[in-house]
Structures are given as structure tokens and as C-alpha cells.
T-cell receptor, first 115, second 113 residues
Framework: KQEVTQIPAALSVPEGENLVLNCSFT??????LQWFRQDPGKGLTSLLL?????REQTSGRLNASLDKSSGRSTLYIAASQPGDSATYLC??????????????FGRGTQLTVWP | NAGVTQTPKFQVLKTGQSMTLQCAQD?????MYWYRQDPGMGLRLIYY???????DKGEVPNGYNVSRLNKREFSLRLESAAPSQTSVYFC????????????FGPGTRLTVL
């Protein structure tokens, strides 16, 4: 069964820092990997989607990388701002058998950026 | 486009009551999903529908039923609510285009007393 782990569980940084959130998964047979943001009491907002054949994706100050063979992804946030405070979730989509089409989620990294 | 919509936003039930959570998407997506989110447990898949007319169990299907009414709508029913079903429920959908990105609704906060 696919297991997704996110480290650290919580992170508190001053404004302006560059930071890295980590995600690892146990089964490399994935179709894609998606990073989400969740604000307290809200739904999930998709940030970046990386297909299994891709190495990275960028959107503004966000850059996500994928190393499928080692089962790892990182989300890099440049020049962090207080508005970046939220929980960041990593999810992988299976590509075969009973995992086809299903997303498996990590438990998230709760980020606080203080002024 | 409204994306993925869910009703109701909040609901309080007594043990043993039944209710249906509604979900609709206007993106012409084939696949739809129901998840629950609990503190310390993350998001867990309850049921999913890969295409209109099909439904499959996820990780935690016990106590729930689903109906894929048409391509747009996917409902989740609690026949006899239990306190263990107190949670936040999210509906999501995925299409074949756009790299199979998954989009989520705003959630339904359910409390079972």
C-alpha cells in the first residue's frame, strides 16, 4: 500500500526565508504528484502538479521537484511571506492496479511565517 | 465555472439519523471522489467513481453509500450516523485533460452527537 510521509510536521520561520518542505512515498509507480495548500477551515487549493515523467514544476515563488526512483519530492518556497502560512499537503496518484486514479495523501506540513 | 461545489457546508446530526452530502462539478470531469479529513489522520478516501455508472470503495467505506447520479453529481449518504463519522468531508474531481489534476470542493463539516 502506498504510504506518503511529509517532513517536518510543522515549521515556523521569519519572513523572507527560503524554505523546503519534504515529501516521500513508498511506491514509485505513480502517475503524478500534486502539492496542495490548505488554510484553516478551508478546502484544498492545488499549487503544483508534476507528472511522473517530469522533474520539476514552477509557479511564481514555488518550485516543486520530483525524484520518482527514490520516492521523493520537495516543495521550495522562496522569500516566504506571512500570507504563505498554511498547511501544505503532498499527494501521489497511483498508476496501476487497485491504486489507479486514487490519491494518497501525506499528513501535511503546517507552516507559520512570522513578520 | 464554479468548480466543485458541496452542500451543505455545516451539519449537526444525532446518532442514528441519516443524511446525504451533495457534490457537483461543472468541469466535465470523469472521476469523482469523497474523502474525509480527521485531525492526525490526514485525508482518507471513502469512495470514488472512476466514470459515470461506476463506484468503488476506498480506504474507509464502512457506514457510507454513494451514488453517481450523472457525470456532474456524486452524492455520499450516511444511513445511520455515528459519532465516529464526525469529520470534514471533501468531494473532489479529476478530468482526463490537464494532466489529471484533482480539484476539491470547500468541504462539509459534519458533527454527530
Amino acid at each position: 500500500k502506498q504510504e506518503v510521509t511529509q517532513i517536518p510536521a510543522a515549521l515556523s520561520v521569519p519572513e523572507g526565508e527560503n524554505l523546503v518542505l519534504n515529501c516521500s512515498f513508498t511506491d514509485s509507480a505513480i502517475y503524478n504528484l500534486q502539492w496542495f495548500r490548505q488554510d484553516p477551515g478551508k478546502g484544498l487549493t492545488s499549487l503544483l502538479l508534476i507528472q511522473s515523467s517530469q522533474r520539476e514544476q514552477t509557479s511564481g515563488r514555488l518550485n516543486a521537484s520530483l525524484d520518482k526512483s527514490s520516492g521523493r519530492s520537495t516543495l521550495y518556497i522562496a522569500a516566504s511571506q506571512p500570507g504563505d502560512s498554511a498547511t501544505y499537503l503532498c499527494a501521489v496518484r497511483g498508476d496501476r492496479g487497485s491504486t489507479l486514479g486514487r490519491l494518497y495523501f501525506g499528513r501535511g506540513t503546517q507552516l507559520t511565517v512570522w513578520p | 465555472n464554479a468548480g466543485v461545489t458541496q452542500t451543505p457546508k455545516f451539519q449537526v446530526l444525532k446518532t442514528g439519523q441519516s443524511m446525504t452530502l451533495q457534490c457537483a462539478q461543472d468541469m466535465n470531469h470523469n472521476s469523482m471522489y469523497w474523502y474525509r479529513q480527521d485531525p492526525g489522520m490526514g485525508l482518507r478516501l471513502i469512495y470514488y467513481s472512476a466514470s459515470e455508472g461506476t463506484t468503488d470503495k476506498g480506504e474507509v467505506p464502512n457506514g457510507y453509500n454513494v451514488s453517481r447520479l450523472n457525470k456532474r453529481e456524486f452524492s455520499l449518504r450516511l444511513e445511520s450516523a455515528a459519532p465516529s463519522q464526525t469529520s470534514v468531508y471533501f468531494c473532489a474531481s479529476t478530468g482526463l485533460a490537464g494532466g489529471n489534476e484533482q480539484f476539491f470542493g470547500p468541504g462539509t463539516r459534519l458533527t454527530v452527537l
